[in-house]
């Protein structure tokens, strides 16, 4: 089970959040001016990384609160 | 190597059982290859295979970092089926299960296929409907799958609880006859042992670290074990995908997360079917040993962990209760997660790559393990001929920019 620090909560169960997977990817301004590759690009690839993550939770059964954390994906580890 | 016979196993008997040679060479490796293959699980094991008993292509290496078949290939719950609801599923999954049939002949090795059948229950209205779309379905495609009332599920899997009141009745279910369990380490072992045979290296140990490249082609493999020429490289990784193919300059549609399985103590035989439900998540069978191995589904989170989260596990058994009372008392012996590479449209990658003579296998998610017999037979081809097999061609890795996705997800729920 992961305690998750949620900013507004503290630690709290994981039970209580959504993934919401990697963080900063942003919207392209203009989709339509996008070739496919570059869309393609935007919806389906991610980094996938093995170490430091930063990415997304939602503490749903919570506050609510959307927020980013960065996460070992070998150990589970929250690092700030 | 000693081959597998009524004979040989009694003049061994007769012999004390000391006669027995390895089953296959742990090999040192050589300075190039025709072909390299990265990963020594059950699908890279059983490309190395094909390449040299189809192809005639022998100067293959299959590099493990571990020990062969000790990653997702010795981690899964076994299960065999090929009841897909997509023309591409159908065919390639159908294609792995027509060659399970006849493995161990094949193979000179008992890989313990049984054909136990696979029950799918449905447990509400919306379940029933799209459980009869999936058995039409399938027909059409020349898949064996059943529509089962109730009274003929309960006939079929007596322990099933399919009473009105359960607490998710059971409305009907699909059955798939030819569907069932085999023995995951003797499917490793097994295509080691054939590959080896025809003069395949499997080289354990040997983890990849880099690629060497000239223009648009890999000409070498760095190594924990030194560098080793390719003149074709096949990668399948699983959940190091993403990995392995930054190390080449590739980027992958995939995230790896943990998909867990656990075992109950070994009991006398109580279930001789596998079955599933999507609805409220678990699925079970019986093992040899008597052990019921249980699976659901993954954690939502990226991990390269192998460990799973509790919440998953307690979620799983109150499903299996709710199906099976019967199973209240038993106590769970242990459990384990592997790592499992999972594509936006939960269809596996079998593809081509920017780099001229480098291939990838990889994108199989939950559901790896019922395809390798298939997987590792169109992969060779793709990798033999340069050009993709057919059943492979729709798993290509340009169907996410053309966007002709096989979304296997919507249609299977949520198990695979």
């Not at chain 1, 980094?47 to 990415?55: A, D, I, T, V, Y």
């Not at chain 2, 060479?25 to 990265?38: E, Q, S, T």
């Not at chain 2, 322990?159 to 009907?172: E, H, K, Q, W």
């Not at chain 2, 096949?234 to 790896?256: I, K, Q, W």
Request: with cysteine.
């Amino acid at each position: 089970m992961l305690l998750i620090p949620c900013p507004h909560c503290g630690l709290r169960d994981q039970i209580e959040f959504r993934s919401g997977g990697e963080s900063d990817r942003a919207r392209p301004a203009d989709p339509s001016g996008l070739n496919e590759a570059d869309w393609a690009e935007y919806l389906f690839l991610r980094r996938n990384e093995k170490g430091l993550h930063r990415e997304r939770w939602n503490h749903a059964s919570g506050c609510g609160k959307w927020f980013t954390l960065t996460r070992d994906t070998r150990t589970h580890r929250f690092v700030s | 190597m000693n081959r597998f016979s009524a004979f040989s196993l009694l003049k061994e008997g007769f012999n004390g059982h000391r006669g027995w040679a390895r089953q296959w060479r742990d090999a040192v490796p050589k300075a190039r290859y025709d072909v390299v293959i990265i990963g020594g699980g059950g699908h890279g094991l059983a490309t190395a295979y094909y390449l040299a008993k189809q192809h005639g292509i022998t100067k293959v290496a299959v590099l493990e970092k571990g020990w062969i078949g000790g990653g997702n290939t010795g981690r899964n719950t076994t299960i065999v089926r090929s009841n897909y609801l997509w023309d591409e599923s159908a065919r390639l999954y159908d294609h792995a299960l027509k060659l399970w049939e006849g493995l161990s002949d094949d193979l000179n090795y008992n890989v313990m296929f049984s054909q136990r059948g696979v029950l799918n229950l449905a447990h509400n209205l919306g379940d029933m409907r799209e459980a009869k779309r999936r058995v039409n379905a399938l027909r059409l495609n020349g898949v064996d799958s059943e529509w089962l009332e109730p009274a003929a599920v309960t006939k079929f899997c007596p322990p099933l609880d399919i009473s009105r009141d359960a607490r998710y009745p059971v409305m009907g279910a699909t059955l798939q006859r030819r569907a069932g369990t085999a023995r995951h380490d003797a499917v490793a072992w097994g295509y080691a042992r054939a590959a080896s045979a025809l003069g395949v290296d499997i080289i354990q140990n040997c983890e990849v670290t880099g690629f060497a490249r000239h223009g648009g082609a890999i000409t070498a493999i760095e190594t924990s074990r030194g560098r080793i020429g390719a003149g074709k490289v096949g990668m399948v990784v699983a959940g190091h995908s993403s990995v392995v193919a930054e190390m080449a300059g590739l980027r992958l549609p995939v995230e790896s997360h943990t998909l867990q399985a656990l075992v109950s103590e070994p009991i006398k035989p109580v279930l001789d079917c596998v079955v599933m439900s999507n609805a409220v998540h678990v699925y079970v069978s019986q093992s040899d040993k008597g052990e019921l191995v249980i699976g659901a589904g993954i954690d939502e989170y990226l991990s390269y962990s192998q460990r799973g989260s509790f919440p998953v596990i307690e979620h799983q058994m109150g499903a299996l209760l709710a199906l099976f009372p019967t199973f209240s008392r038993l106590r769970m012996l242990r459990s384990w997660g592997g790592t499992v590479d999972i594509c936006p449209d939960a269809s596996p990658i079998i593809s081509k790559t920017p780099l001229d003579n480098l291939f990838i296998n990889c994108g199989w998610g939950t559901g790896g393990f019922k395809a390798t017999p298939g997987s590792g037979h169109v992969f060779a081809h793709t990798i033999a001929r340069g050009e993709p097999h057919p059943i492979a061609a729709p798993f290509a890795l340009d169907r996410f920019v053309t966007g002709r996705l096989i979304d296997e997800h919507g249609a299977a729920a949520v198990a695979h």
